[in-house]
């Protein structure tokens, strides 16, 4: 022990702190406004949360965004309840494209964005079965039906918001559907997953996923007209560093070139009739 | 050469308070039942512990706050705590390394602190685990001399050998002591070890010094019942004193029914320790000169042969134990169950000074 | 010696403890590895050829060595190493204090290290925001406030707006989730090693003239060398395979936070099972690989104590 060496080590810490403290005396807690450029960052990139179910397009269109703009994209992926987190509590970051609108309504609501979501592609929701459809399954209500093993993902992922209302536009019963129910898994993916493995004989997905698996399991398509529609949305973050870049980015997302990316992974572009 | 004055450390309910003084190039052995606080005593000493009050003075200088490295202190803990990790020669030249001396010192060190210990052949060996334990000890001791103490501490140094290692080692740290006149510091709670090796020693016991002196003083004249236990005298009385005896100067007392001669002129209540080895035992037709002794009537009730002697076990009015040599044991031709004398001396009886 | 009858069948059940526990995760490993085969078997040449690209990152060896995968498995290892080393830093005096000092609260102490342990592994990563956000309005109440008349905008303050752009996000970020877990494995394990070697051998060095620190670091240490072997060896395993407080704190970004562990759950996510466990199989040789060569290359010839079998 050198009682003389921790004194002046506590003492560098002391004046640290007060220096700290000084810097920031007297000023109130104004807070920089939304969009406030700020230098901390040179690289002028564009930072975007991206729901892990729009990974593939967006990651491609972003590619090809950084190749003919030379502006660089940093996506990080997770679930759209995550990424909101993530938002919520860093206020960082440019752009948000969640799994479905509702968590971009949320957004908007805890005032994280800049200006309105804007439509980005649409998630209809299919039944997914066991290749050659061996239960015979031809439409919502089938799913309550006593014995079939049903995977539904948890409420927390976009598709599992969107079932609900679902099944209430079908006027299924609940508690039978509850009865069949063999896992609820976070993600879309999982549930596909699941009919894939056949641990389980039906579940509901979005269409952009019928070619999973293409040799165990396929879709059931729902008609528009006793179907619920999910949008993708893309929206502009308050907390932006880079607003110009976001606004850039979300232009380029939404244009032809775009579109064409979607299009070619299986996304419905199109609000179905 | 060493003072330990008022030294005083707690922990939790035990506490050390021991005051000592140890001559330069003595062997000293501090002893003691397990929990009586002789090794915290020279852990103080080493400076591996802050007593909380007391003075500390080695070779005339006072080292109470000096650090241990600082103290001229050799110390050999139990199971002797080698390196585990570094060769046999890196343990010696520890000390020599640490101290910052130059190569050829720390070589020289090390050659020298083997050749007094007779493990030369032990040099090349890259770990220390393989070693038997007299080889663990010798390295270990050849560690704490490298650094060329003043002081030499051995916290139970032979306990985890065998008997038969036990002797010659012990005969060997006293050979060594000799040699180097260091004074020595050694934790025994074993007799014959300690009678082996030292000339003085302390009986300690609940973190106190219960009796220092020469060997033969604590063994012959305990200065309390706990010293004479622990000296492995069995016969201890509480008797009343009922007037002058026999001979000149010795006064007759009762235990439990049994008459005693002490030495001396006393009164009132007395305790008093007689030494198994002390006692006479011999038949009743015996035609002896018994004038002045005690003679009390016992039945033999068991002996055990302990090689060096016989230890036999008598009842009468009081319990005796007495130890006889092997071949006057022999000359006594008594079986279990025999009808005996004990015949105790005034000069056998030591009085236990009183208020101890 | 040949055993006793009793002693070959204990030695058997114990044995086979072991054993069973291994096959089991062995048996996961090489159950995954047949999933692939079979989907591979099955597929098209396009749908194999396309497996393998996203896999390995290209066709030849430059393609591989710069690919994606290359760049997250190595970035995995990477922090996963800077993490053991700054753990083991940290792990090496807090195990000593642990076992060794009377501290006071030390239950109190112990018990927060071991909440480390027992925190889900996203609640650590979700709580790391957390922190850090309130660190950055800190960052926003000491900095300048925006000027209302000329509207310049404000500005935090600088020594926060570092911490919080050097960690949140950003490369460090990851070593900062996997240390705070890593760290708390770490200083298990040296409290254990230092509660099993023997405390005399600092009391020599210091009589032999060693100060405090030397008595530490040149007779304690050097015996807990299995501890630091043990605690690295968890700690570093641990922060390899771990991704949900990383994916949280430090992004799932490619090319800068996205670690192998976090690619592979992403993977899932898209529904590209075979190519997650292909990724988990790649990283889980590697990882078993380096950790036998480091068992072998830092393992002292001599067992530290214990009977010789």
């Excluded at chain 1, 729901?51 to 003919?68: L, N, S």
């Excluded at chain 1, 698996?213 to 619920?228: D, G, H, L, M, Q």
């Amino acid at each position: 022990m050198k009682p003389g060496a921790s004194g002046r080590f506590r003492a560098v810490v002391l004046a640290a702190a007060a220096l700290l403290a000084a810097a920031g005396c007297g000023r109130d807690e104004a807070r920089p406004g939304p969009g406030a450029p700020d230098g901390a960052r040179p690289s002028g990139a564009v930072f975007v949360y991206c729901a892990a179910g729009v990974k593939e397009p967006v990651e491609e269109i972003a590619k090809r965004f950084t190749a003919e703009t030379g502006t660089r994209v940093e996506i990080t992926y997770a679930n759209s309840g995550q990424l909101l987190g993530q938002i919520e509590t860093t206020r960082t970051g440019d752009v948000y494209i969640p799994g479905d609108v509702g968590f971009a309504e949320k957004a908007a609501e805890k005032k994280l964005l800049s200006g309105a979501p804007r439509p980005f592609c649409f998630f209809v929701p299919a039944i997914y079965v066991r290749k050659g459809n061996p239960r015979g399954i031809r439409e919502v209500a089938d799913l309550a039906r006593p014995g079939l093993k049903l995977v539904l993902a948890d409420r927390s992922s976009a598709v599992g918001q969107i079932q609900e209302k679902l099944f209430r536009k079908n006027a299924v019963d609940e508690e039978a559907l509850k009865r069949n129910l063999v896992a609820s898994p976070a993600t879309v993916t999982d549930v596909a997953l699941a009919v894939k493995l056949g641990t389980a004989d039906a579940g509901i997905i979005w269409d952009a996923l019928s070619g999973f698996a293409p040799a165990e399991a396929e879709t059931v398509a729902i008609p528009t007209e006793k179907n619920v529609i999910g949008q993708v949305t893309a929206c502009a973050l308050a907390g932006a560093r880079n607003p110009a870049g976001a606004a850039a980015f979300l232009d380029y997302l939404l244009s032809d070139k775009g579109r064409a990316v979607l299009s070619s992974k299986h996304f419905t572009v199109d609000a179905p009739r | 050469m060493i003072r330990l004055e008022g030294l005083r450390f707690e922990v939790g309910a035990f506490a050390l308070d021991a005051s000592l003084d140890m001559a330069k190039g003595e062997y000293f052995v501090l002893m003691g039942p397990p929990g009586a606080g002789k090794s915290v005593l020279v852990e103080c000493l080493a400076g591996l512990r802050v007593p909380s009050a007391g003075r500390i003075e080695i070779a005339g200088r006072d080292v109470t706050a000096a650090e241990p490295g600082d103290r001229g202190v050799g110390y050999v803990p139990q199971d002797y705590a080698l390196f585990t990790t570094r060769s046999v020669y890196d343990n010696i030249a520890f000390g020599p390394q640490v101290r910052g001396l130059p190569d050829e010192e720390i070589d020289r060190r090390v050659r020298e602190a083997v050749r007094l210990l007779d493990i030369e052949r032990l040099l090349d060996r890259r770990r220390v685990q393989g070693l038997s334990g007299g080889e663990r000890q010798r390295v270990a001791l050849a560690r704490a001399l490298a650094v060329r103490p003043d002081v030499l501490i051995l916290d139970e140094p032979v306990s985890a050998l065998d008997e038969s290692t036990r002797e010659s080692v012990c005969g060997e740290l006293r050979r060594l002591q000799r040699e180097l006149g260091l004074t020595t510091i050694h934790i025994s709670h074993n007799l014959e070890e300690a009678f082996s090796v030292a000339d003085r020693g302390a009986v300690m016991q609940g973190g106190r010094i219960r009796q220092v002196g020469r060997l033969e003083e604590l063994l012959r004249r305990p200065s309390s019942e706990f010293v004479a236990r622990f000296m492995r005298c069995e016969n201890i009385f509480l008797a009343a004193c009922r007037g002058p005896g026999p001979g000149p100067d010795t006064t007759r007392a009762e235990a439990s029914g049994a008459e005693f001669v002490l030495p001396g002129e006393r009164r009132g209540q007395i305790q008093f320790a007689i030494r198994p080895e002390n006692l006479a035992v011999e038949r009743p037709g015996d035609r002896r000169e018994r004038a002045g002794a005690a003679v009390l009537p016992v039945r033999l009730t068991r002996s055990v042969d302990r090689g060096a002697y016989v230890r036999l076990e008598l009842d009468g009015a009081v319990h005796l134990v007495a130890h006889l040599a092997p071949r006057a044991f022999a000359e006594l031709g008594a079986a279990d169950g025999a009808e005996l004398l004990a015949v105790v001396r005034p000069e056998a009886v030591h009085v236990i000074p009183q208020g101890t | 010696m040949k055993p006793a009858p009793g002693g070959r069948l204990f030695r058997g059940l114990t044995s086979s403890a072991a054993v069973a526990f291994a096959a089991v995760i062995a048996l996961l490993l090489v159950v995954d590895l047949l999933y692939i085969l079979a989907f591979l078997a099955r597929s098209s040449a396009g749908e194999a050829s396309g497996f393998w690209r996203e896999l390995l990152g290209g066709g030849d060896w430059a393609a591989v060595l710069g690919g994606q995968t290359v760049r997250e498995l190595l970035l995995s290892l990477g922090s996963a190493t800077v993490t053991t080393l700054l753990a083991l830093v940290l792990a090496v005096p807090a195990g000593y204090a642990l076992s060794r000092h009377r501290i006071p609260g030390k239950v109190v102490v112990d018990t927060f290290v071991d909440a480390a342990i027992v925190l889900p592994p996203l609640i650590m990563g979700v709580s790391l925001l957390v922190l850090f956000s309130a660190l950055r309005r800190t960052g926003e109440a000491l900095g300048t406030p925006p000027d209302a008349l000329t509207g310049e905008p404000g500005r935090p303050n600088f020594l926060v707006q570092w911490l919080y752009d050097f960690f949140v996000y950003q490369r460090p970020g990851i070593v900062l989730a996997q240390f705070l877990v890593g760290t708390a494995l770490a200083i298990r394990a040296m409290r254990a090693a230092f509660d099993a070697a023997d405390r005399r051998v600092e009391d020599v060095a210091l009589t032999l003239g060693c100060s405090r620190f030397g008595a530490f670091w040149r007779a304690a240490l050097p015996q807990t060398w299995s501890g630091v072997l043990a605690g690295g060896v968890m700690c570093w395993s641990y922060s390899v395979g771990l991704f949900a407080p990383v994916q949280i704190f430090a992004g799932a970004i490619e090319g800068r936070t996205r670690v192998l562990p976090t690619r592979t759950f992403l993977e899932i996510t898209v529904g590209h099972l075979e190519l997650a466990l292909a990724l988990t199989l790649i990283m889980a040789g590697i990882a078993m690989a380096v950790l036998i060569c480091l068992k072998f290359a830092l393992r002292r010839p001599a067992g530290t104590g214990g009977p010789v079998s």
